[in-house]
């Protein structure tokens, strides 16, 4: 992404909203579209009306300020033939906004936010508040493509999707790279280990060496990270790999048992992680202040060799941006690639490799419910356009032949930041999808030679030693009165006991306990009842 704000929110990607505020609208499928595309799109934007369409997405009105000058901006209104108008959001208020929007009957033709698993997400669907997508995109190409992927199948109602999600990732094999743990291999080899870790006993030994080693005499610590809601995406494929999260407290998966299915976090193995969070904080393999940590203090604490290794989200290429660029500083003579790795997929209790499994999406876009028909089509050809390469090399790298070149089927860049030149970009560039450079070798790496590499080989290990676990998705995405409001933290709960001082099987008691008295066996058994009047069972 283009710059740090939306790079963070991508690996985020949990914040906990607020409750809804609803208004009313009218209900309204949509049934039409009509544009074609490709990877090299032919779509071509209806001429014969122009029109405005307004836009709620983060710092659109910086972004769509400059008009007389932004060819970016230019050639979309051109092509399509409208007028953007940027009704403003920021990171700091666009929950609330577009809360308040919707309550009004006010809401944007278009609008960002990251709703899913909220009970507004239901209501605004079953009040009428947006519209719903065509059942069939066949002509809208890339698009059509884009959201064919399972997690998305499954947010359909009746067959109909009713936003278009960010996607982050082209598959779910790439969260393997969402929670990454790097570590001071340089220091592990002077505190004589000779091996890279591939197994949990052999990570937690190299880790207490480095810290009883402290090679360079900092008091170096254990583990750190820069959320503890990170943890649960990092400890459970130790033992149940469904359970973690990401920290909405609402995408928790379902499994079948016994012809019943239930949260996938209640059944298996999980005492098992607990346990060996437990052990890896008494230890001090996971560093004792773990529970104060910041991002940036983590990153910082890494970066002096003060941590022996950080867990982090979006990838092991963000190393580029926390330690990467100021190493040489730090450490003349070193190279950042010799100095630290990217930790191996560890083999579970059950001999499997598991990785991190959260949705391949952050955030989605919304259409208003009072976005007729022909406005709709003009949307979808510009989502579809967007999608595709042409459009996504326009608002990536601007005006091909003047600001990037394709080669041998490459982009190569001649113009290294646009967002100055073309400050829309950093709206377009977002507003259907998070950047592509993280995954797509056919575009520029947004980092040094060398930092996209890691995470390219993070997804291979995952592709090729990894298992994903089956669970049914569309469970996940239900509405119910009692499911809406069951709220599922494991990151939290793991936490809780990983620090405590009784027993793990006496805490794990407890928290089931808990979890029943905030009533889970009312809310599992009205899920299945509304999935058996689904047809789902």
Same mark, same amino acid.
């Given at each position: 992404m283009k710059n740090s704000k939306k790079w963070i929110a991508v690996i985020m990607g949990q914040l906990i909203l607020a409750s809804a505020l609803t208004g009313c609208g009218t209900a309204d499928k949509a049934t039409t579209g009509t544009t074609?595309?490709?990877? !090299?799109?032919? !779509?071509?934007?209806? !001429? *014969? %009306? %122009?029109m405005k369409i307004t836009v709620a997405h983060w710092d659109a009105e910086k972004g769509l300020a400059n008009k007389a000058n932004d060819k970016v901006l230019q050639t979309l209104e051109e092509k399509f033939n409208v007028e953007f108008e940027a009704m403003n959001i920021t990171w700091d208020d666009y929950i609330q906004k577009i809360q308040l929007w919707a309550a009004s009957g006010s =809401?944007? @033709?278009?609008?960002?936010?990251?709703a899913i698993g909220t009970s507004f997400y239901h209501d605004w669907i079953s009040q009428g508040v947006v519209k719903g997508l065509p059942e069939d995109l066949s002509k809208y190409e890339n698009l059509n493509k884009y959201v064919q992927a399972d997690d998305i199948e499954a947010l359909k109602i009746d067959g109909q999707l009713y936003c278009i999600p960010? %996607? !982050?990732?082209? @598959?779910?094999?790439?969260n393997a790279i969402d929670r990454t743990v790097i570590y001071r291999w340089d220091l592990a080899q002077k505190a004589g280990v000779t091996k890279e870790p591939e197994t949990w006993e052999e990570f937690s030994d190299m880790m207490t060496k480095i810290i009883q080693a402290d090679p360079e005499g900092k008091k170096i610590a254990g583990l750190t990270t820069t959320a503890t809601s990170l943890l649960d995406g990092f400890l459970f494929t130790y033992s149940l790999p469904l359970a973690m999260s990401d920290g909405s407290g609402s995408? +928790?998966?379902w499994v079948e048992q016994d012809g019943k299915y239930?949260?996938?976090y209640f059944i298996g193995d999980a005492v098992s992680t607990f346990q060996l969070a437990r052990d890896l904080y008494t230890s001090g393999v996971i560093e004792p202040d773990i529970a104060l940590t910041k991002l940036q203090q983590a990153q910082d604490k890494f970066l002096q060799g003060q941590s022996a290794a950080i867990l982090r989200a979006g990838g092991p290429e963000t190393l580029y941006d926390y330690a990467g660029k100021y190493w040489e500083e730090i450490y003349p003579g070193h190279n950042i690639f010799d100095d630290v790795k990217v930790l191996k997929l560890l083999p579970s209790k059950d001999g499997n490799k598991y990785y991190s499994v959260f949705r391949t999406s952050w955030s989605e876009s919304y259409i208003s419910s009072k976005v007729d028909d022909e406005k709709l089509d003009r949307i979808l050809q510009i989502?579809? +356009?967007?999608?595709? @390469?042409e459009g996504s090399h326009l608002i990536d790298y601007g005006i091909e032949g003047e600001d990037f070149d394709i080669v041998d089927g490459k982009v190569v860049l001649k113009t290294e930041d646009i967002t100055e030149k073309y400050p829309s970009t950093q709206v377009f560039n977002t507003l259907a999808q998070w950047s592509r450079s993280v995954w797509d070798e056919s575009v520029p790496a947004r980092t040094p030679e060398g +930092?996209?590499?890691?995470? =390219? *080989? %993070?997804?291979e290990e995952a592709a090729k030693e990894g298992t994903l676990p089956e669970f049914d998705m569309r469970y996940t995405y239900l509405s119910t009165p009692l499911k809406d409001k069951f709220v599922i933290k494991p990151a939290e709960d793991l936490l809780n006991i990983m620090m405590g001082s009784e027993p793990v099987e006496k805490m794990y008691q407890d928290l089931l306990d808990k979890y029943e008295q905030q009533g889970l066996s009312k809310m599992i058994e009205e899920v299945n009842a509304v999935a058996k009047e689904k047809g789902w069972q």
């Open positions: 074609q595309g490709g990877n !090299t799109s032919t !779509t071509q934007g209806a !001429t *014969d %009306k %122009k =809401l944007p @033709d278009i609008f960002s936010i990251d960010r %996607k !982050t990732y082209p @598959d779910n094999v790439w995408d +928790y998966k239930i949260p996938a989502y579809d +356009y967007l999608i595709s @390469d +930092y996209r590499q890691l995470a =390219l *080989d %993070k997804y």
